[in-house]
């Protein structure tokens, strides 16, 4: 009775182990026969927008040919994973790209499969699927479906809604500027750096009145993105917007001013803006880094309003601006500070 | 008389449409993923170009770029790579060897200025 179980029980688990060998053995044909499919799919993809960019003398692009070759490898509307594939792909290329080729592999992805694939992902429900299809199409330029993402500049989902407003600002570039600071959900910090990068990269010319335009809008969001294109486009006659916010109530919003306000020089009506704005900052630490910005930046030593300074409350300022001037050279006014918080009885008082 | 180029790129792509850039312009085109695909016959020839991509070989970026213009003889020498980093770039325009250096996203037309 025990023995036999025991054989039940043995031939159990060795059919599991059967099984799970020919799982293994499966999985490891198919993923030979996969890699080995996407390198064929590679090679011809390489060898089609190669000899479209350059073509040999006698040698002539047949766009029925192309097409014909992807059905021949499986590229198909039944055979997602083959097309999304080829889509990462043509993104790879387009990405290292710029240029007149970079137009040149436009106007051929138009022309190849995989048709409307990236157009019908902006219908599924699941949100990485979406924002998927939507950096597709503004990665590879296909601006004639632009009407789609823009409702989706304000969905519910931070990612679809990045991916939307990125696409906006690919296609429209500074026009876009009309409504992204008046959008309704906030901007992550992660969202503002994407769309200055891509606003830098693909429109290097900045166009002020649409940028002043932005000025009007009071999302905090829309003030911290308007001074980090001010930053990155380097605009030296919007530097007063920056200036505005050094004395915000709000912590963050002053935050991003300093940092941004770091990479310019002031000149002269601004530094008086800037040394009135100074005092009424409630943070300290924001001040010391302003201190030391200002003075790495200034020519000269304004021993007015560092002897200020040394006469204001808080002690960790009067240390920062004891340093700048002992550094640059006036030990005496700092050694008169110093004597000078001691009356000349405690003195006295320690010698005795 | 065609002049000789190398191409060392890990991007396929990238290596095709250099390869079909230089053979455009009457090189005839050596072009290759891995180092590991040199051989014996390139170290005795001289090329009148190399294109060559930063690989991992287990040494620093910087000295892979001059481990490759030392060991192949050659006339001029272009870094075409996706590790671009500005300390990269910065490092590698310092030195004399190199007459370009581009990193993705590049325009091909530069390169076409290099080597008419």
């Known amino acids: 009775m025990e023995i036999s179980f025991l054989f039940v029980v043995l031939k159990v688990l060795l059919g599991v182990l059967i099984l799970l060998w020919i799982i293994i053995g499966y999985s490891l044909v198919y993923r030979k026969h996969r890699t080995r499919h996407r390198e064929k799919i590679e090679s011809s993809f390489a060898d089609i927008t190669s000899k479209y960019l350059y073509t040999l003398p006698g040698e002539e692009v047949n766009l029925i040919e192309i097409q014909r070759t992807f059905r021949g490898l499986g590229i198909k509307r039944s055979n997602p994973k083959n097309v999304q594939y080829l889509i990462d792909l043509m993104i790879r290329t387009q990405r290292s790209l710029m240029g007149r080729n970079y137009k040149q592999l436009e106007t051929l992805f138009k022309q190849i499969p995989p048709f409307r694939a990236s157009l019908s992902k902006l219908n599924s429900t699941e949100w990485y699927i979406k924002a998927r299809g939507i950096r597709e199409i503004y990665e590879m330029g296909q601006k004639q479906h632009i009407n789609a993402l823009i409702s989706e500049r304000n969905n519910n989902n931070t990612y679809v809604r990045r991916e939307a407003q990125i696409a906006m600002v690919v296609f429209l570039g500074w026009e876009s500027l009309r409504f992204l ?10 969202q503002q750096i994407k769309v200055v990068e891509k606003l830098h990269d693909l429109y290097p010319e900045p166009d002020l009145p649409l940028l002043r335009k932005a000025y009007e809008s009071d999302r905090f969001y829309a003030s911290e993105l308007v001074m980090r294109i001010i930053r990155k486009f380097r605009l030296e006659s919007e530097v007063d917007y920056i200036l505005n916010f050094l004395d915000h109530p709000d912590h963050d919003r002053r935050e991003v001013a300093i940092y941004c306000i770091q990479s310019f020089s002031l000149i002269n009506g601004q530094q008086q803006v800037f040394k009135k704005k100074f005092f009424r900052i409630p943070n300290t630490q924001q001040q010391v880094n302003l201190l030391k910005y200002f003075h790495t930046n200034s020519f000269q030593i304004d021993l007015e309003f560092y ?41 006295e008082e320690n010698v005795l | ?41 390139d170290q005795e020839r001289v090329y009148d170009l190399i294109i ?12 892979f770029v001059f481990q490759i213009g030392e060991i192949i003889m050659h006339k001029s020498l272009i870094v075409v790579t996706n590790m671009g980093q500005e300390k990269v770039r910065q490092q590698i325009s310092k030195s004399r060897n190199v007459a370009g250096f581009f990193s993705i996203p590049f325009d091909l037309d530069d390169i076409q200025k290099l080597i008419a």
């Open chain 2, 52 to 63: 060559s991509d930063i690989l991992f070989e287990g040494i620093a970026p910087l000295d």
């Open chain 2, 1 to 41: 008389m065609f002049k000789t180029a190398l191409i060392i790129q890990e991007d396929l792509i990238l290596l095709r449409i250099l390869e079909r850039l230089m053979r455009t312009h009457g090189y005839s085109c050596r072009s290759i993923r891995t180092l590991a695909e040199l051989n014996i016959e």
């Open chain 1, 181 to 190: 600071p008046f959008l309704k959900m906030e901007m992550t910090l992660w």
């Open chain 1, 307 to 347: 002897k200020k300074l040394l006469n204001s409350g808080n002690e960790i300022l009067k240390l920062s601006t004891a340093e700048i001037l002992w550094d640059s050279g006036y030990i005496k006014i700092v050694e008169e500070f110093y004597y000078g918080q001691y009356n000349s009885e405690t003195i």
